[in-house]
Each structure stands twice: as C-alpha cells, then as structure tokens.
Nanobody, 125 residues
Framework: QVQLVESGGGMVQAGGSLRLSCAASGRTFSSNAMGWFRQAPGKEREVVAAISWSGGSVYYANSVKGRFTISRDNAKNTAYLQMNSLIPEDTAVYYC??????????????????WGQGTQVTVSS
C-alpha cells in the first residue's frame, strides 16, 4: 500500500518559517516527479511547487517564488518544502503528491497519482 505522509504544518506568525516533509512508503519514488499543492477554504487546489526525479528541475508558483524551496532526498524517499517569509495568504491545507510513472515536473494535479492526507498551515498577521 502506497502512502504519502506529510508533517511539519502548524501555526506561525507572518514572516515566520515552516518546513514540510513528505515521507513515502510502499514504493520508491526516486524515479518520479513529486509536488506540493495547497487548498484554501473556498478555493481550488493549486500547485505550489514541483520537482523532477533527480531534483534537477523545479517549478514554483509565482506566488511563492523566492520564498519557498522544494527539495527531495531519494535515499529517504522524502520530499520537503521549506517555506520562508510566510504571509497570511499562504494559509491552506498543503498536500504532497507523487507521480506513478512520470519523471518530469508538472503543475497539473492530474499528473499525480498518489496524494497525502494534507497538513494545515496557518499564518497569522
């Protein structure tokens, strides 16, 4: 059974930082793209960042460029999202996702086959 488990969410003041982790089990994703998405109340799920299998290619939504950094450790089957300079608009449930077959990055949620349960990030002003 494939599982993606996010951790590291919480409540932080504006300007603060959080580091999300996504630990995969059940299969290895070292050859597959992974991504982070978020969904705020009343809004659609949107891409935050994505990373190719090797980490050599990354994608960031314009809203997080310069503030967030996506990375991965294939030896640990884990992806990370370092979030700095957080603002209230970053408040959302953050989801980790992994592609079953694709190795290249994608900002399309439909390109990902496995999803975590989500972790809440709340940024207060």
């Amino acid at each position: 059974q494939v599982q993606l488990v996010e951790s590291g969410g919480g409540m932080v003041q504006a300007g603060g930082s959080l580091r999300l982790s996504c630990a995969a089990s059940g299969r290895t994703f070292s050859s597959n793209a992974m991504g982070w998405f978020r969904q705020a109340p009343g809004k659609e799920r949107e891409v935050v960042a994505a990373i190719s299998w090797s980490g050599g290619s990354v994608y960031y939504a314009n809203s997080v460029k310069g503030r967030f950094t996506i990375s991965r450790d294939n030896a640990k089957n884990t992806a990370y999202l370092q979030m700095n300079s957080l603002i209230p608009e970053d408040t959302a449930v953050y989801y980790c996702a992994a592609a079953a077959f694709s190795s290249g990055i994608s900002d399309d949620p439909g390109a990902y086959d496995y999803w975590g349960q989500g972790t809440q990030v709340t940024v207060s002003s």
